[in-house]
Antibody, heavy 123, light 106 residues
Framework: EVQLVQSGGGLVKPGGSLRLSCAASGFTFDNAWMTWVRQASGKGLEWVGR??????????DYSIAVKGRFTISRDDSKNTLYLQMDSLKTEDSAVYYC??????????????WGQGTLVTVTP | EVVLTQSPTTLSLSPGERATLSCRAS??????LAWYQQKPGQAPRLLIYDASNRATGIPVRFSGSGSGTDFTLNISSLEPGDLAIYYCQQRANWPFFGQGTRLHIK
C-alpha cells in the first residue's frame, strides 16, 4: 500500500523552529517528486515547496512565503522527507501535508497524501 | 504565475441535481489540470487529473473537461456525501491551487 505517514509539528513561539517528517512506503521513493502543502484553518491549500527525485537532480523549489526560512530535504536511505521550519511566524500556523503523485506519467496530480500535521505558532 | 479562479465560490444544490464547477486559468495550462475534493476534517482527495481522467476509485458521477484556460468539473446526481470543498490545481507554477468552491447539499 502506498502510504505517507507524517510526524512532528506542535506548538512553537514566533521565531522558533520545528521539523516535520514524512515516512514513505509502497513506492519507489528516491525518484518520487515530494511536495509540502499547507492549509491554515478555514483557508485554502497553499503550496509550500517541492523536492524532485534523484533521477531529476533533486532540485528544490519554495514558495516566496517560506523561501529562506524553510528547508526541504530527503533521506532516500530512510524513505523519508523532511521540512525544517525556522524563523517561524504566526502566519505559518497551518496543517501541513506531505504529498506525492504516484500515477505513472504525472508529477503534479497528488493522489497520495499524508495524514497532515498541525503546526501552531503563537506567542 | 498562473492564477486559477474558481466559480462559483459557493454552490447549494439538492440531492439528485447536477453540479457544475468552473476553473479558469490566467494563461493556458494545456490539459495539466487536476481537481480535488476535501470533505470536512479530511485531507484532500484527487478526483481528476489531466483535465478529464478520473483517479482510481472515483465514481463515474465525477467528470472533468476543458483545456487551455477553461475547465469544468461536473458531478451528476449529487449525494449528501458530496458536501465538500473542491479545488482545481495546475502543474505549471506557484500558486498552483485555485481558491476552492464550497458545495452545500440542501
Amino acid at each position: 500500500e502506498v502510504q505517507l505517514v507524517q510526524s512532528g509539528g506542535g506548538l512553537v513561539k514566533p521565531g522558533g523552529s520545528l521539523r516535520l517528517s514524512c515516512a514513505a512506503s509502497g513506492f519507489t521513493f528516491d525518484n518520487a517528486w515530494m511536495t509540502w502543502v499547507r492549509q491554515a484553518s478555514g483557508k485554502g491549500l497553499e503550496w509550500v515547496g517541492r523536492i524532485k527525485g534523484k533521477a531529476d537532480g533533486g532540485t528544490i523549489d519554495y514558495s516566496i512565503a517560506v523561501k529562506g526560512r524553510f528547508t526541504i530535504s530527503r533521506d532516500d536511505s530512510k524513505n523519508t522527507l523532511y521540512l525544517q521550519m525556522d524563523s517561524l511566524k504566526t502566519e505559518d500556523s497551518a496543517v501541513y501535508y506531505c504529498i506525492t503523485a504516484s500515477i505513472p506519467g504525472t508529477t503534479y496530480a497528488f493522489d497520495v497524501w499524508g495524514q497532515g500535521t498541525l503546526v501552531t505558532v503563537t506567542p | 504565475e498562473v492564477v486559477l479562479t474558481q466559480s462559483p465560490t459557493t454552490l447549494s444544490l439538492s440531492p439528485g441535481e447536477r453540479a457544475t464547477l468552473s476553473c479558469r486559468a490566467s494563461e493556458s495550462v494545456g490539459t495539466s489540470l487536476a481537481w480535488y475534493q476535501q470533505k470536512p476534517g479530511q485531507a484532500p482527495r484527487l478526483l481528476i487529473y489531466d483535465a478529464s481522467n478520473r483517479a482510481t476509485g472515483i465514481p463515474v458521477r465525477f467528470s472533468g473537461s476543458g483545456s487551455g484556460t477553461d475547465f469544468t468539473l461536473n458531478i451528476s446526481s449529487l449525494e449528501p456525501g458530496d458536501l465538500a470543498i473542491y479545488y482545481c490545481q495546475q502543474r505549471a507554477n506557484w500558486p498552483f491551487f485555485g481558491q476552492g468552491t464550497r458545495l452545500h447539499i440542501k
